[in-house]
């Protein structure tokens, strides 16, 4: 998960934990971080839940920067995590090539369920 809201990023572990979504979660609150934790291989994610809207870089330069890592991103599914309500930031989303799905917050179960069924 990244996602610079600490109670967004309480929550949605919950949901991800109650539902067994994975074995390990990892939150990082720092967009910048993530990418500094994917380029030196710190992680390999299978799911990666970014948020859009956050301090110092948002979620679509994430995604710009993400587009520079040297890294296999065919076995990674980018879900964009978002409580906006922009209908631009929804078809900037769906528009980006990495971006499998928009999903507002809150995760629920229903809303895993429909994208791991």
């Known amino acids: 998960m990244i ?10 572990r919950r949901i991800l934990e109650s539902s067994n979504f994975a074995e390990e979660i990892i939150v990082s609150q720092s967009p ?3 990418i500094r934790l994917l380029r030196d291989g710190d992680i390999i ?4 839940f970014l948020d859009i809207r956050m ?8 995604l710009q920067e ?10 990674i599914k980018i879900f964009m995590l978002s409580s906006s309500l922009d209908p631009t930031d929804m078809k900037e ?11 507002h917050k809150p ?6 369920e429909e994208i791991c069924p």
């Open 3 to 12: 996602d610079d809201n600490y109670i967004d990023n309480f929550v949605t």
């Open 66 to 75: 993400y587009d520079a890592l040297p890294i296999n991103k065919n076995d």
């Open 45 to 48: 994610p299978d799911v990666i």
């Open 107 to 112: 995760l629920t179960v229903k809303a895993l």
């Open 93 to 103: 989303s769906l528009s980006n090539k990495y971006i499998t799905q928009f999903i």
């Open 55 to 62: 301090p110092i870089m948002s979620g679509f330069e994430f």
């Open 32 to 34: 910048a971080e993530a």
